[in-house]
């Protein structure tokens, strides 16, 4: 079982939609989850972390459900700009690689 | 705001030549980090580095790479004897921690070709 994983999408949403990823993760000591954002040829970019109780940054939310071992990100009133690859990192407590999912395709249409 | 800084942003080479990939992290931050990502796929972890030794690797990172912090500043990534498999975009990462919340600031990364 792959450590994390994530739908590559494409999801293709009209700019106002709203749009839901997860991710999941298959090592229950993780602790400390991110959504990162990539454009095309750029390097990942911080989006925001996870916590435990579910945080709230914008138009963009992110939720950790730790029984079930999975994270999502709900982006509101999407955006044009908001077309890129989400990706999902997982940390385990005390070490020192973070673990990428594959990544979650969003295209914005007008 | 603070920044990773990576040169070259792209390197061509032969097959079998020896590339090094330097990195700047920021000043303050304590854990580097070096990824791959071939064109398509997923972000892969290479190496991190931490006090001036390697703290963990991956199966990738065999003895064609090795990596080195020569002064205060810079941290490198050297490959020997490219491979035409080694074609990618190598990322360094830093953060002041690691597994925090603040998460790990990549640079812009340097798009390796091997001919």
């Known amino acids: 079982r792959k450590e994390v994983e994530q739908d590559p999408g494409p999801f293709n949403v009209p700019e106002g939609a709203t749009v839901a990823f997860n991710c999941t993760y298959s090592?229950?000591?993780?602790?400390?989850f991110f959504w990162y954002r990539q454009d095309c040829r750029k390097e990942p970019k911080l989006l925001m972390s996870v916590y435990s109780s579910g945080n709230e940054d914008g138009r963009f939310t992110a939720q950790l459900n730790r029984a079930s071992q999975y994270i999502s990100l709900l982006i509101r009133d999407s955006k044009l700009s908001d077309s890129a690859t989400y990706l999902c990192?997982?940390?385990?407590?005390?070490?020192?690689?973070?673990?990428f999912g594959r990544g979650t395709s969003l295209i914005v249409h007008p | 705001e603070p920044e990773v800084t990576q040169t070259p942003s792209h390197q061509v080479t032969q097959m079998g030549q020896e590339v090094i990939l330097r990195c700047v992290p920021i000043s303050n931050h304590l854990y580097f980090y070096w990824y791959r990502q071939i064109l398509g796929q997923k972000v892969e972890f290479l190496v991190s580095?931490?006090?001036?030794?390697?703290?963990?690797k991956s199966e990738i990172f065999d003895d064609q790479f090795s990596v080195e912090r020569p002064d205060g500043s810079n941290f490198t990534l050297k490959i020997r004897s490219t491979k035409l498999e080694d074609s990618a975009m190598y990322f360094c990462a830093s953060s002041e921690l690691t597994g925090s919340k603040d998460g790990y600031t990549f640079g812009s990364g340097t798009r390796l070709t091997v001919v």
């Open positions: 580095f931490y006090n001036n030794e390697i703290s963990e």
């Open positions: 990192v997982v940390n385990m407590w005390g070490s020192y690689i973070p673990t």
């Open positions: 090592n229950s000591a993780s602790q400390s």
